[in-house]
């Protein structure tokens, strides 16, 4: 299993804090976008936004990063600051 998690107006826009896919569903971080989005069709639109920012194990990554059984995912939007 892949365990993914929402962060900040991600986990409200998706109602949810996180869920877990099958790691035989999904080898990059794109293909978990989309096992997400098949999961959970009201998720697509949120999860195809390109200024999503994505960790695997607290690496900050990008699409195409490879991800394995027990890898966290972590989906948050860009962060700004002042």
């Not at 991600?10 to 293909?31: F, H, K, M, P």
């Not at 200024?51 to 059984?69: E, I, P, R």
């Amino acid at each position: 299993m892949i365990k993914v998690i929402f962060f900040a107006a991600l986990r409200e826009q998706l109602g949810s804090a996180g869920t877990e896919i099958n790691a035989d569903s999904a080898t990059t971080v794109a293909e978990v976008k989309v096992a997400l989005g098949e999961k959970n069709n009201n998720w697509q639109h949120y999860l195809t936004n390109n200024s999503l920012l994505c960790a695997v194990n607290h690496q900050m990554v990008n699409s195409d990063f490879s991800v394995k059984a027990g890898d966290e995912v972590a989906f948050f939007p860009p962060v700004t600051g002042g």
